[in-house]
């Protein structure tokens, strides 16, 4: 789908930026492992990028690194699914950089670092504040 593998970001109802992103492969991997299965032995899952809304569950500036794919650096990671390990975050080295818009990740959805940074940073600012839900038309859910 055009367009599918991009972030738009809004501040206040305005458009303020349009980046691209990666989202889960959509294959079987092996866990803790960075390479493709072709089977779906035990520690296998199936590397989507889960359709929905959500709330960020933590947010973590810098250090933090996967336990799951082979220590990787995820600098603004924005965890959206905790238990999974979902999360909006950086990438900065240059193949991963130069996959934005397409289908590359083992299910988190990778940002540029600039995008990832203020992207961050907006939501950091949100601590404490209340954020209204919408369903999927983007219109307010009243509860």
Known sequence: KAGAQT???Y???ELIRVAKISTGRGIFELRDKNRACTKRPD????SITEPGYYNFQELIKSGYESGEWDNASMPNAMFYKRGR???LHEVFLPQKVADLGKRASGGCTRLD???ADTL???IAATRGATIPVVDESGRPVLD
Do not use: C, K, V
């Open 120 to 122: 961050f940073d907006m």
């Open 7 to 9: 972030i738009r970001i």
């Open 113 to 115: 670092p600039s995008t």
């Open 85 to 87: 390990g979902l999360a």
């Open 43 to 46: 520690n296998s899952y199936f």
């Open 11 to 13: 501040h206040r109802g």
